[in-house]
């Protein structure tokens, strides 16, 4: 990856709505150019896809909860396939210690997440779980 390649996913990264055309110029490179190596970094692995990112102040409602669960290991596979189609659910992480998976979770009201654990705790293969609301966030470095 050269520099050109770096420049590109930074300015990805900040705004990856950016035209070809936008791109290009910022760059000072031609549009096919720009083409070209957005194919070729999406073939190699270094881009996997595109993404929203919110609003800090309409994240900041957001209440994001962690949530420890036990998982049959026989039904592992169908209970991540269960939690990737509930929207609220962000992420699932495998983990070491007393429980298997770790999901986070993201709601706008209290109603919404009451709703989500309960679904949660309803798949087929979830034993026990435990929930901690997120109070704040010292910092993130995603």
Same mark, same amino acid.
């Given at each position: 990856?050269?520099?050109?390649?770096? @420049?590109? =996913?930074? $300015?990805? +990264?900040?705004?990856?709505?950016?035209?070809?055309?936008? *791109? %290009? @110029?910022? =760059?000072? $490179?031609? +549009?096919?150019?720009?083409?070209?190596?957005?194919?070729? *970094? %999406?073939?190699?692995?270094?881009?996997?896809?595109?993404?929203?990112?919110?609003?800090?102040?309409?994240? %900041?409602?957001?209440?994001?909860?962690?949530?420890?669960?036990?998982?049959?290991?026989?039904?592992?596979?169908?209970?991540?396939?269960?939690?990737?189609?509930?929207?609220?659910?962000?992420?699932?992480?495998?983990?070491?210690?007393?429980?298997?998976?770790?999901?986070?979770?993201?709601?706008?009201?209290?109603?919404?997440?009451?709703?989500?654990?309960?679904?949660?705790?309803?798949?087929?293969?979830?034993?026990?779980?435990?929930?901690?609301?997120?109070?704040?966030?010292?910092?993130?470095?995603?």
């Amino acid at each position: 990856m050269d520099d050109s390649d770096k @420049r590109l =996913l930074a $300015l990805l +990264r900040e705004d990856a709505r950016l035209s070809t055309a936008e *791109l %290009a @110029r910022r =760059l000072g $490179l031609a +549009r096919t150019t720009v083409v070209e190596r957005v194919n070729r *970094l %999406a073939n190699r692995g270094v881009i996997s896809g595109f993404t929203v990112r919110m609003n800090p102040r309409y994240e %900041a409602r957001l209440l994001r909860v962690h949530v420890l669960l036990d998982v049959d290991p026989k039904k592992g596979e169908s209970v991540v396939a269960a939690l990737k189609a509930m929207p609220q659910v962000k992420a699932v992480h495998a983990i070491s210690g007393a429980f298997d998976s770790l999901a986070f979770v993201e709601g706008e009201t209290t109603e919404e997440i009451d709703g989500v654990l309960d679904a949660i705790g309803q798949v087929p293969g979830v034993g026990k779980t435990q929930s901690s609301l997120v109070l704040s966030v010292k910092f993130d470095r995603q």
